[in-house]
Structure formats: structure tokens, C-alpha cells
């Protein structure tokens, strides 16, 4: 197996220079999103990524503009030695890591004067954006799909999501762009606003991976004390009875939410939603009789 | 000079595959957006789009979506095989003429079945997508710039405005795009949708062109009577004389605006709007002490 350090790109124009460079040559470009403290789930994204284009290029990159001013944006797990560390060791390798700073610093604005006589541009350091209310201002909004489960409790997260997938996009300029299944509405979300918006990036949703105890893979587990990690686990046991309960004919909502709900609250977790939804626009259903997914969120440990 | 027809095209694949050919080529793309019945300001974007880029696509697109059900989309003018007259006339020609029948149907949507045992995907034609919430409902919002001046008769306008300008991008994938300074909110709206989403295309502004008598040229001037039309040279009457004033010392805006508005109403036309604003910002200043732009809409005729 060959191993290779990924080329690591901070800024916008060079990262975008690169792309057109290597499409130029006929290359693809697949790109794979992530916040970084990667794991195997991410890994897994990139060998799908892999399957699609000749080269492959990982965003790390945590987004402020996902984050509400009382969520965790300041401890959001990081490591980005490791993180490169784990990269090497993707079968194929890894072309790019682009690793923005701060993708929503615009640093100098153009300020144009306009006057007959003279006409002319001069370039203008604008120390604060937010004085002149010349800040970010611009927002991708998926209008319905953002607005259920996680957007109950978290409204302006998927704006957040959609408007750095969107600048991610222009930035790198991939061909295929590949997502996991384990954050569902954000894979709908995608979906739709490239449908929507007529991107030329074909999104492709990989599945969900689990530890060896059943624990879906996510940064944010570093959290958990191994007992919470444990209880934790009630999650997919439940999931996994109500999918077998319904392959058994149960097909009442209602019922297989209550078993997980009880589940959860058991194992002394916090229900954030749980939910039974249509697969394409992600609106609950009373029974199942088209293909749907079941959403759970939950707290275990500090909340 | 050289006469020659552009290429049509309809579909939104056709027309990435010719830019991207075109790119592959080294050329590049200007692109200037337009909703047809073309006059010479639409041209004199055409001829600045020259100046900057190898091929020229002109859009021709008139989008319902930043049309409230309420306003004039039923009414705006079209002349498709006389606007294509017009263009074979620009010196240098136009290379493309994007011509969408509708930029909103997605037609057939791929529905995915989860299931793991059987995981297919399957096609299904969906007769109508807003059953099942399936339509368009991705927007992008440039929160504080949309919402003044034109955007406070028309709520949804720039709303309409800008995602039809990313579908544009996305679909066209253009080098440089070239809007009219007629339409200031929307250009420096564009301008920060294009900054702020990182979009890899250079917006350039061109200024608004005037009829010989003042009239600044637009699509819709076709609705005024001869009478209405000469009324309406009050506009610019009497902004040049708010800005001969301001020349002259008078910087106070309230002065220069009522002076503007009493000119529309003695002619016999109603202000939708006039004010004096930053030009990055757009927001109203009360003294001129940096550089403003006056802006007015005004209806003259039936209203």
C-alpha cells in the first residue's frame, strides 16, 4: 500500500487553481467535507469518494456559520496531525486537504467611487467588515427540509450547512461531492439545493458506520465517559428492535417511536427527536407504507 | 463586420457541455443574463463582456421567480427572433444564446429505496413535484442588501434575483458576468452573493445606457405611452439637478430627495422610492461625505 502525504491547501484561489488545473487534464475531482477528528466513518467517505473520481480532496474545516452562539463550536474536537496521519493511510491516498483558516474573511473590499470625471477603483482595508455592514450576508436556504429534526432545535444550523457546502463547492469545484447517511436531513439538504441550485457536483450518500458495539461513528463521541459511550448504545439496539418489529408487520408509528423513546429514556439518555419520515422530504408518517427513515437525536451524558 | 447567428441553446446539460468544452479549450466564458426584449443597454453589456472574456452566452430567461403573483410576468415583454436580430448586429457576435424553457422543472426525480437487503435505485416519474413537496426550495439570501430600496415593494424579488443568478452560474459556469448599473441593488447584490459564496466568476458592472432624450433604456419603457414617456424624463431632469446641486455644496439628502420627488409627482408620477445610499451597503445617509449613489424608482402611466 502506498503511502502519500496529502498536499495541504489553505487558501481559496490556489485550491481552486489546483482543481482547474488538474480538470484541465482531464482529471475528476471528488470532494469529501468534513469538520476533521476524523474517524473511519470519514474514511469510509473518501473510498467511495475513491470509486468516483481520479482525485480526491478532504475539507477540514469546522464552520462557524453551522453553530449558534450556545452550541459547542469551541469545543468541537480537533487534531489535525492525526488527522493527516489517518489520511495516509487510505488505500489510494488522499490528493488535497484544503484547510481553510477562515473561509468567511474577505479581507480587503473593493471600494468602487463612482464619479464622471473621474472615474476609478482603489482598494480599501476594511478593519472591521461588521462596522460597514459589510460583512457575510448571504445565506442558502433548503426552506423546507431544513426546517424539521435537527432544525427544531437547531434553526440556523442547516443555512449554515447549505451555505458552506455551496462556497465549498465554487472553492474546489469538484465533480462528485460525497456525504454520510448518519447526518440524513444534511444528505437531503445537499441533494436538494444541488438539484436546486443546478450545481454541477453529482452528491453521492454513503452509509452510516458503526462501531463493533454498534455506536454510529461521530467526532463528537470523543465526549462520552465509557459509561456513557455505553449507554449510549441504547440508541441502536432500539432502532434495530423497531426495524424488526416493523419488518414483522408493525408498521404504526406511533409504536415503534414510543419502544425507542423508552429505550432511550432507560438508559438515562435525552431524546432531542425521534421521528419516522417520508426518505425524500423528510415529513413524518403515521405508517409506514413507502420508503422512510427513522431519525433519532439524543443526549447522553452532560445536558 | 462579421454577422453571425449564435448557437441555441435550451437544455441545462447542453449548456454546461458546451462551456466546459470551451474551457478545456482555454477559452473564456462572459456571461450577461438578460430576460430578453433586448435594447441597446442590454448590448453595451454584451460589448463590456467582449472586452473580457474569448465567447459570450447571453441568457434569455424571463424567471418567474422573482415575480410576486401580483406583479407583471404575464405582461413582460418578449421578442425572441428580434432579440436574436439584435445580437447578430454586436460587433464580434454572440457565441451562445442560453434559452431555458423553464430553469424550475427538475423532472423525473430519483427516488432512492433503503433497504438492506434489496438496496436499488429506482426512477419514478413524479407528475407533480409539489405534492409531495418535491418543487423548488432552495433560495439564496443576501440578507441585508435585499432589503431596501427595490426590495420593499417587491419582498421576494432579489430573493428570485440571486438564486437565479447561481442556477445561471452553476449551469453556464461562466469566467466573468456582466450586469447593469440601472439596476444598482441588484448589482451589488450579485457582487456579494458572488463574494460571499465564493463563486469563481468575476462580476463586473457596466453603466446604465440612456435614450437620447434621458430616458434611461429599459424592457419595460415599452409600456409607456408617448405622453407617459415624455412625462417620465422628469427622472433623470431632475437627478441631474440633485446632482448638480450636490456639486454645488448640497449635501444635505433630504434637501436633494424632496427636490427629486416633487419633480415625479409635478409631472404626474408616483415615487416608489427615492433615497441617497452608501454604495456598498446601501444604506440611506442623511449628508454626502462619501460615495452615494441616489437611487429612484417612480412609476409613470397606470398604477
Same mark, same amino acid.
Given at each position: 500500500m502506498a503511502i502519500r502525504e496529502p498536499e495541504i491547501i489553505t487558501g481559496k484561489e490556489e485550491m481552486r487553481k489546483w482543481s482547474r488545473t488538474m480538470r484541465a487534464e482531464g482529471k475528476t475531482i471528488g470532494l469529501v467535507p468534513t469538520m476533521g477528528y476524523l474517524h473511519q466513518g470519514h474514511i469510509s467517505l473518501i473510498k467511495e469518494a475513491r470509486n468516483h473520481a481520479d482525485l480526491i480532496v478532504v475539507s477540514i474545516y469546522v464552520n462557524p456559520g453551522q453553530f449558534s452562539p450556545n452550541e459547542d463550536l469551541s469545543t468541537y474536537p480537533s487534531d489535525f496531525s492525526g488527522d493527516i496521519h489517518k489520511l495516509m493511510s487510505v488505500p489510494g491516498g488522499v490528493d488535497v486537504v484544503f484547510h481553510p483558516h477562515n473561509l468567511y474573511?474577505? *479581507?480587503k473590499i473593493e471600494v468602487e467611487v463612482e464619479d464622471e470625471r473621474e472615474r476609478r477603483e482603489k482598494g480599501q482595508v476594511v478593519s472591521c467588515l461588521e462596522e460597514r455592514r459589510l460583512g457575510h450576508e448571504t445565506w442558502v436556504r433548503v426552506e423546507n427540509l431544513e426546517k424539521g429534526l435537527c432544525g427544531k432545535s437547531r434553526p440556523i444550523f442547516?443555512?449554515? =450547512?447549505?451555505?458552506?457546502?455551496?462556497?465549498?463547492?465554487?472553492? =474546489? +469545484?469538484?465533480?462528485?461531492?460525497?456525504?454520510?447517511?448518519? %447526518?440524513?436531513?444534511?444528505?437531503?439538504?445537499?441533494r436538494r439545493m444541488v438539484r436546486d441550485l443546478d450545481f454541477g =457536483?453529482?452528491?453521492?450518500?454513503? %452509509?452510516?458506520?458503526? +462501531? %463493533? %458495539? *454498534?455506536?454510529?461513528?461521530?467526532?463528537?463521541n470523543v465526549h462520552l465517559s465509557p459509561e456513557e459511550r455505553n449507554k449510549a448504545l441504547a440508541v441502536y439496539r432500539s432502532l434495530s428492535q423497531a426495524k424488526s418489529a416493523a419488518g414483522n408487520g408493525q408498521l404504526n408509528c406511533r409504536v415503534l417511536i414510543d419502544m425507542v423513546v423508552q429505550a432511550i429514556n432507560e438508559a438515562g439518555g435525552k431524546t432531542d427527536y425521534a421521528e419516522i419520515v417520508d426518505q425524500e422530504n423528510l415529513e413524518a408518517v403515521e405508517e409506514i407504507n413507502s420508503p422512510v427513515v427513522f431519525c433519532v437525536a439524543a443526549w447522553f451524558g452532560k445536558f
Open positions: 474573511d474577505y *479581507g442547516f443555512r449554515g =450547512v447549505a451555505t458552506v457546502v455551496a462556497k465549498l463547492f465554487n472553492i =474546489v +469545484e469538484p465533480d462528485v461531492a460525497v456525504f454520510g447517511k448518519k %447526518d440524513y436531513q444534511q444528505w437531503r439538504i445537499i =457536483v453529482k452528491v453521492i450518500g454513503a %452509509d452510516l458506520v458503526r +462501531e %463493533d %458495539d *454498534g455506536l454510529a461513528m461521530s467526532s463528537r
